[in-house]
């Protein structure tokens, strides 16, 4: 079984940090993407970051130069660095993984439970 836990959501003010992390753990034999959804009430959800095996990285527009994601693949964690918040960041944040559980099988998704992330002053 593989589970996806963050950590690092919270009320901060506009113009504040957050960092948000994600461990994958479980059945894992590799990971390949990880990244960070969100989705404010409302509205659909939306892609913030992701980030393959090797390094390479997407942002969403609304959100480039003001975050950053990284991953340590030996811990098989993300992180996401939002800096500059604004108001408009406020969502729930979920991160995901795509995981082979056995070697040459099709990847899976997986998902965390979601954090808040709240900015507001």
């Known amino acids: 079984q593989v589970q996806l836990v963050e950590s690092g959501g919270g009320l901060v003010q506009p113009g504040g940090s957050l960092r948000l992390s994600c461990a994958a753990s479980?059945?894992?034999?590799?990971?390949?993407?990880m990244g960070w959804y969100r989705q404010a009430p409302g509205k659909q959800r939306e892609l913030v970051a992701r980030?393959?095996?090797?390094?390479?990285?997407n942002y969403a527009d609304s959100v480039k130069g003001r975050f950053s994601i990284s991953r340590d693949n030996a811990e098989k964690t993300v992180y996401l660095q939002m800096n500059s918040l604004k108001p408009e960041d406020t969502a729930v944040y979920s991160c995901?993984?795509?995981?082979?559980?056995?070697?040459?099988?099709?990847?899976?998704?997986?998902w965390g439970q979601g954090t808040q992330v709240t900015v507001s002053s």
């Open positions: 980030i393959n095996s090797s390094g390479s990285i």
């Open positions: 479980g059945a894992i034999f590799s990971v390949s993407d």
């Open positions: 995901y993984a795509k995981v082979r559980v056995v070697p040459l099988t099709t990847w899976s998704d997986y």
